[in-house]
């Protein structure tokens, strides 16, 4: 579902991403991990069409970043970090708008059906500034699945989220992926919520992709770790090897 | 499912007015529009009714002596002479007003953090270019269009209103909208190319007062309060060398006394201007014109070298 050969972003000398590959398959929930800076959301704004590449290429659904970034977009669902709405609208003024502009001419039926899949009918005529940050982190998830894409790009989807926001938004990252079978590429920093959500993970360090493997195969191949976060550091402790896959 | 390109910019645009209408940003420019109209209105006929006033005194009191009457005061004043105030209320409140709706159409979205999300949907640079240049062209013809009305009514109700002077109110309409519609532009420009909302306002500003005050003095030598005026006096550029020169380098940049000359024609007025051989009022359009297509280029300009990614990145 998403392949990257060789992806690489150069800002002057400084190389933010460098030369990664990695596969996606069609139904991974796929948690990409790393450190501050370490070129996540470098990597995420490339794959959702938002900034060019300096150099390789990736498909999505098929269609190439670049080339075809018009076709990635009506295939795609993204909810960036800290996710932010027009807050003097209504949640579904909110959903109507990006709903109309994800080509749906007559949302009405399609933000009834994602608002209840998210149990969010209740505050769909309350602002979006008057919610509170999980209510918005929902109303930006809708937007982003409203027009029901192949695959959904979460960036860091659990930050500022108390428990049960972070507890109710893994079971519909869940649900999407099994009743949907929407692919979902996930950044996080939560390394508790990517061992309970995903099923594949890559870590990427100063840029470099330095490893990448189902979570399953994870769990075998570090069966001396007692969590994905000793994992983690066992892994990211070693920035510039090769990927190990 | 391809959607024509023009349905995004529409959608975008919808979206702004009712931004705009919620914030009542739309309400308190209408406002002041119909506040700025109205005030001009009542100057121009109150200073006219004074002075008929203090005539129709005189001339009953020459009557009684058996003097001869003076003319008439307004005889040889063009009927539309009632709107000049407007041409000054134009330059100096107007833009303002242009500048801020520009402004907040073009940093609404930025404001609210949608940027990325705005752009990973299949909604392309031109949609969201035609959906800005859409809402603060419709703004501004409405803000303008209200304006309009009301003088075309009190015309109606003071003198009859022929069709003639109806053409003349929406030919000075027009004439004010290419100007305005430049600054709402550069409001745009400036919004979108500005990391935070302090450039973002004070730069289109600083335009503003060169173009209103400094390059009318260099053009024209005209001192500030001179281009409070909605005629332009008399000034003496051809006396020196230097201030001939800078006169003709300046003098077509002076979109603001360009404006204040077309429109005084418009309206009939005497147009006094400068001692240079005067320009052509051909000229004095396409120079208005280039200004609205120039500031027009800006904004695309701005759109397409907006970097989406960081489009967020505004405080």
Known sequence: ?245 | MVMPIINQGIRLANKDLKLLMKENTFIIILLIFLLMSLASMYISWSSQHMVLQVYGEASKQLMEVGKPLPPYPFASTPPLSIMKNMIIYIVLIGALLAITLGHFIAVNDRRAGVIRILFSKSFSKEDFFIGKILASTEMLFAALLSSMIIYAVSMALISGMPPSLFLGIIAFYAVSFVYLAGFAYIGIFFGLNADNSSKAILLPLILWIIITFALPEFGSALYPTSSLNPVLPDTSVLDSPILKAFHSIAYPLSISEQYKEATATVLGLQTTGTNMPPYPQGSRMLILFAWFFGTLGLSYHAVRNFDAAQGDDYE
């Open chain 1, 1 to 245: 579902m998403i392949e990257i050969k060789n992806l690489t972003k150069k800002y002057g000398a400084f190389t933010a991403l460098d030369g990664i590959s990695l596969i996606v398959k069609k139904g991974d929930i796929f948690g990409f991990l790393g450190h501050n800076g370490a070129g996540k959301t470098t990597t995420t704004n490339m794959l959702t069409t938002l900034l060019e590449p300096t150099g390789g290429s990736a498909t999505i659904a098929g269609f190439d970043i670049v080339s075809q970034s018009m076709d990635v977009r009506r295939n795609i669902g993204y909810v960036p970090e800290n996710v932010q709405l027009y807050d003097t609208l209504t949640a579904y003024e909110n959903l109507e708008f990006f709903a109309q502009l994800s080509g749906i001419s007559h949302p009405r039926d399609a933000i009834g059906e994602t608002l209840e899949f998210l149990q969010a009918t209740s505050f769909a005529h309350k602002k979006i500034g008057e919610l509170s940050k999980g209510m918005r982190q929902r109303i930006g998830l809708a937007q982003a699945i409203i027009h029901k894409p192949a695959v959904l790009f979460l960036d860091e989807p659990s930050a500022g989220l108390d428990p049960t926001g972070i507890i109710q938004l893994r079971e519909i990252i869940i649900r999407l992926n099994k009743e949907e079978g929407t692919t979902i590429f996930m950044n996080s920093h939560l390394l508790v919520e990517v061992a309970k959500t995903c099923t594949a993970i890559g870590v990427l360090n100063h840029g470099k992709l330095v490893y990448t493997d189902t979570l399953a195969n994870t769990l075998k191949r570090f069966k001396n770790e007692d969590s994905l976060e000793k994992i983690y550091f066992s892994i990211n402790g070693d920035a510039d090897n090769k990927p190990r896959n």
